[in-house]
């Protein structure tokens, strides 16, 4: 999951960048509007956080314009402003939730949760074979032995399990798992699939993460 932090405050970018890199989402961070506007249309993210009061840019512009391309991508406001009035006036630009500033980062950490939440109909827990991901608990299991992973790892294998049955490809899963400072190196991501494949003890016969040679990846059951 890759979140667009739209913030000209650089500690609380810096901050929250960190805290949700923690939790494996892939972060990019804009310091103005302008620029958030346009990685925003990118069309490469699962949710925008955005400040209210920018540079170059308001934040309720960037929910209005982002909104007439992408209805469904959950947007958040960071904002100071908190009257009634306001408030309102940002949900009615298409914001899915607002959080205050000050804010504690596990309040913030929760409402993005609910607003990535599975819809009704989707589930929290994946199954690839004899393996779990649960990605509310963060919990990967084998059968019943539980599987430690890093969060690049975790955000890897919870990326490939929900695209299972489908190719996807290098650069798929580097826009969806790596942030924009990544340099464009296909190799790591092979270094990253070796060390899952070893951490989940797959035997020659759970062959459940394949190489498309020259094209990418597939997670399937055998
Ligand atoms: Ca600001």
């Excluded at 302008?34 to 069309?43: E, I, K, N, V």
């Excluded at 909104?67 to 947007?75: G, L, S």
């Excluded at 958040?76 to 009257?83: C, G, P, Q, S, Y």
Aim: net charge negative; charged share 25%.
């Amino acid at each position: 999951m890759r979140i667009l932090i739209v913030e000209d405050e650089a500690g609380i970018a810096a901050f929250l960048k960190q805290g949700l890199e923690e939790e494996s989402y892939a972060v990019d961070v804009a310091s103005n509007g302008r620029t958030g506007l346009d990685l925003a249309l990118s069309g490469e993210y699962d949710l925008l956080l955005l400040d209210w009061m920018l540079p170059g840019l308001s934040g309720i512009e960037i929910c209005r314009q982002f909104r007439k391309e992408f209805q469904q991508t959950p947007v958040i406001f960071l904002t100071a402003k908190d009257t009634v009035d306001e408030t309102v006036f940002g949900l009615q630009s298409g914001a899915n939730d607002y959080i205050k500033k000050p804010f504690h980062f596990e309040e913030l950490l929760e409402r993005v949760r609910v607003q990535l939440r599975p819809k009704s109909g989707e589930h929290a827990v994946f199954k690839l074979g004899n393996i779990t991901l649960n990605t509310e608990t963060h919990q990967v299991l084998k059968e019943d032995m539980e599987i430690h992973l890093t969060q690049k790892e975790f955000a890897l294998l919870e990326y490939l399990i929900r695209n299972k049955g489908k190719v996807c490809r290098r650069t798929r899963i580097i826009e969806s798992v790596w942030d924009i400072n990544f340099e464009y190196n296909t190799g790591v991501i092979d270094v990253y699939i070796n060390a899952l494949r070893k951490k989940l003890l797959l035997t020659p016969e759970e062959n459940y993460i394949q190489t498309i040679r020259g094209i990418g990846y597939i997670a399937k059951e055998i």
